[in-house]
């Protein structure tokens, strides 16, 4: 009997051959899919019934996070008032496998009435979803990847891949940006990175601020106290130069005895990485691994010190 990993292998590959197998079956129906939702000046209604219909929802949602506002509604439900959101602006998507869903196929002459678009998606381009709509979408497959061919798994996987390349197009035709993504999903961990800037996360009481011609052995006591691992060098308010920690130990591996002889000028980078406080986190990351360096300074527009954010800061 094979092992349970055998099978897994066998469905991945079944389900993959599927999909692919999408590609020789686009025409210029995903076209005018894309240009009619890409027009829309309503929602993209999703709809469809039973595995269809929770492919459906995760489409309406991958559709709706990225710039193309659209929901998920039950067929059956129209008929106890949910037709009500609809409008002429609207376009609607509906799925079946077979295309002959009677549920759905009730619905569909309302959408009509309406002069609403429709794109079909389904197995069988004969059938009569695919008649009756505005463009449609071929997701036949051989066969699904249950041994039996009767539970929807190639063809609900085939459904749900036709379903994000609507989406990924969209996001092409629109040029959606990460910070737009990120608008969509204010609560996620990339939305707070893409949203977070330096003012927000950065350190700014009782900063280790220093004069360059203090003596490295008082610049110690004071770095360490900031627990920034650094010092910030002002002349009358403006910053003239950076020590951190990794400076002092050079400088003591160096000069040994007549470290603390030495002045903070002596070690200090004089063009220390800065930011306004506008600047996110995702560029701030970007300085942080382009210079090598763990901490950058804010700074307001007559480079006086706002605050530090240090690499920590900015793992959110």
């Known amino acids: 009997m094979k092992e349970a990993?055998?099978?897994?292998?066998?469905?991945?590959?079944?389900?993959?051959?599927?999909?692919?197998?999408?590609?020789?079956?686009?025409?210029?129906?995903?076209?005018?899919?894309?240009?009619?939702?890409?027009?829309?000046?309503?929602?993209?209604?999703?709809?469809?019934?039973?595995?269809?219909?929770?492919?459906?929802?995760?489409?309406?949602?991958?559709?709706?996070?990225?710039?193309?506002?659209?929901?998920?509604?039950?067929?059956?439900?129209?008929?106890?008032?949910?037709?009500?959101?609809?409008?002429?602006?609207?376009?609607?998507?509906?799925?079946?496998?077979?295309?002959?869903?009677?549920?759905?196929?009730?619905?569909?002459?309302?959408?009509?009435?309406?002069?609403?678009?429709?794109?079909?998606?389904?197995?069988?381009?004969?059938?009569?979803?695919?008649?009756?709509s505005t463009c449609h979408l071929n997701v036949f497959v051989e066969k699904e990847a249950c041994p039996m061919n009767l539970a929807p798994t190639s063809s609900t996987m085939a459904q749900l891949a036709m379903g994000d390349a609507l989406a990924i197009a969209l996001i092409e035709k629109r040029n959606f940006q990460p910070r737009d993504f990120a608008q969509f999903h204010p609560g996620g961990e990339l939305g707070k990175r893409l949203l977070t800037t330096a003012q927000d996360v950065m350190f700014k009481d009782d900063l280790p601020v220093l004069p360059p011609e203090m003596h490295l052995g008082e610049a110690i006591i004071l770095v360490s106290k900031g627990k920034l691992g650094l010092g910030i060098a002002e002349v009358n308010g403006k910053i003239v130069g950076l020590i951190t920690d990794g400076d002092i130990r050079r400088a003591m591996e160096k000069w040994q005895a007549e470290f603390f002889n030495r002045t903070v000028s002596d070690i200090m980078t004089r063009t220390p990485k800065t930011v306004k406080p506008e600047t996110k986190i995702t560029e701030i990351q970007r300085i942080m691994n382009k210079y090598k360096v763990h901490s950058v300074l804010v700074i307001d527009e007559e480079n006086h010190l706002l605050g530090v954010v240090d690499h920590y800061s900015c793992m959110i």
């Open 5 to 132: 990993k055998e099978y897994a292998i066998q469905c991945f590959k079944d389900e993959a051959e599927a999909v692919l197998g999408l590609a020789s079956q686009l025409d210029d129906s995903f076209d005018e899919a894309v240009r009619l939702m890409f027009e829309c000046k309503g929602k993209i209604i999703v709809t469809g019934v039973g595995k269809s219909g929770h492919i459906g929802a995760k489409i309406a949602a991958t559709l709706s996070s990225t710039g193309t506002p659209s929901f998920f509604i039950n067929p059956l439900d129209v008929f106890h008032g949910d037709l009500g959101v609809m409008t002429s602006d609207d376009v609607v998507l509906a799925i079946s496998h077979s295309g002959q869903t009677d549920e759905l196929l009730r619905f569909i002459p309302m959408v009509l009435q309406m002069k609403i678009p429709i794109i079909g998606m389904s197995g069988n381009p004969q059938s009569l979803l695919a008649k009756y």
